[in-house]
């Protein structure tokens, strides 16, 4: 992901209420935030992407998306793998994040990948208010 990305982001994040609504601006300066990102692109255009942030070894997946019209064609998967073996290769030994307990696709998901469930986070989420699921990877050395 580069900062020139952010309004295709912005785009597919209003496709998909599952996400955290960032403004175009948090993704357009989200390197000198510290935040890492990718892109999934189908021909010309960006259909997905991933933001983490990383701090002292560990790392959080913030937002995944792909667009509706997209999915359930290995883009998801594909960006996943992707940051973790870029996650990996900074250093990185356990990568966390929560998803919203009515969502049960992305808890699928996820624990296809390996991540286990870690807890609970009652009312985390905002409209509608839900709590959020755990989970957490470890990555191997």
Same mark, same amino acid.
């Given at each position: 992901? @580069?900062?020139?990305?952010?309004?295709?982001?912005?785009?597919?994040?209003?496709?998909?209420?599952?996400?955290?609504?960032?403004?175009?601006?948090?993704?357009?300066?989200?390197?000198?935030?510290? !935040?890492?990102?990718?892109?999934? @692109?189908?021909?010309?255009?960006?259909?997905?992407?991933? @933001?983490?942030?990383?701090?002292?070894?560990?790392?959080?997946?913030?937002?995944?998306?792909?667009?509706?019209?997209?999915?359930?064609?290995?883009?998801?998967?594909?960006?996943?793998?992707?940051?973790?073996?870029?996650?990996?290769?900074?250093? @990185?030994?356990?990568? !966390?994040?929560?998803?919203?307990?009515?969502?049960?696709?992305?808890?699928?998901?996820?624990?296809?990948?390996?991540?286990?469930?870690?807890?609970?986070?009652?009312?985390? !989420?905002?409209?509608?208010?839900?709590?959020?699921?755990?989970?957490?990877?470890?990555?191997?050395?």
């Amino acid at each position: 992901m @580069v900062a020139g990305d952010a309004r295709a982001v912005v785009a597919i994040g209003r496709q998909c209420p599952e996400t955290a609504a960032w403004p175009e601006d948090s993704y357009a300066r989200f390197g000198e935030l510290g !935040y890492r990102g990718w892109v999934a @692109v189908a021909g010309e255009a960006i259909c997905g992407f991933l @933001v983490a942030r990383c701090a002292a070894g560990e790392a959080e997946i913030l937002n995944l998306a792909v667009a509706p019209e997209r999915r359930r064609q290995g883009h998801a998967r594909e960006l996943l793998l992707a940051a973790m073996d870029a996650l990996k290769a900074e250093g @990185v030994s356990e990568v !966390y994040l929560e998803v919203r307990e009515s969502n049960a696709a992305a808890q699928a998901f996820y624990e296809w990948a390996g991540f286990g469930r870690s807890g609970r986070r009652p009312s985390y !989420y905002e409209q509608p208010k839900e709590d959020a699921v755990c989970m957490v990877y470890r990555l191997a050395g």
